[in-house]
């Protein structure tokens, strides 16, 4: 086992007992900081990232658009203490792995109905919680509808009260 996965959300903190894929960790937590797209990560070249102005060039997404993705500060530290990959690639899995790794990591942590696919939901409410507007959120996400991205936003009762006082 690397390392144990922690999975926070509205219903509590889940810690699984390990992953053998000692990216998954990482993955998940981009992810969350950068709201892309799973395939977005895993075709990411360390050619597309800019570390000094903190930014992540997505050439192929899936609405065939590319687009820049600003890199936090967490997102950034990530990627700096993550190992080169002889063949360019940030992350040196597939998808597949991947896949399975957090599958496993959620049944372990005894959650239900949760795909990888819900740390976009989590990545985009995110940027909206930070006071992002639509059209950067829109800008970051690569949404091309305020439908689609609306289905995109969950954002949490407690920021909502912050800011209507």
């Not at 939901?121 to 006071?131: D, I, Q, T």
Request: hydrophobic share 40%; charged share 25%; aromatic share 6%.
């Amino acid at each position: 086992m690397q390392g144990r996965l922690t999975i926070r959300s509205e219903s509590g903190t889940y810690t699984t007992g390990g992953t053998r894929n000692p990216w998954i960790k990482h993955i998940v937590i981009f992810a969350i900081e950068t709201g892309m797209r799973r395939g977005e990560i895993l075709s990411l070249t360390w050619n597309n990232v800019d570390l000094q102005k903190r930014v992540a060039r997505l050439i192929d997404t899936k609405n065939g658009e590319g687009r820049s993705v600003p890199l936090t500060q967490k997102a950034t530290a990530l990627l700096l203490a993550l190992p080169r990959s002889i063949d360019g690639r940030v992350f040196a899995t597939t998808a597949e792995a991947v896949k399975l790794a957090f599958q496993r990591a959620v049944v372990r942590a005894g959650i239900e109905d949760f795909h990888f696919h819900d740390l976009r939901h989590e990545g985009v409410s995110r940027l909206f919680e930070k006071g992002l507007n639509v059209m950067e959120v829109a800008s970051i996400s690569g949404h091309k509808t305020l439908q689609m991205l609306k289905r995109y936003t969950h954002l949490s009762s407690e920021c909502l009260l912050s800011k209507i006082g």
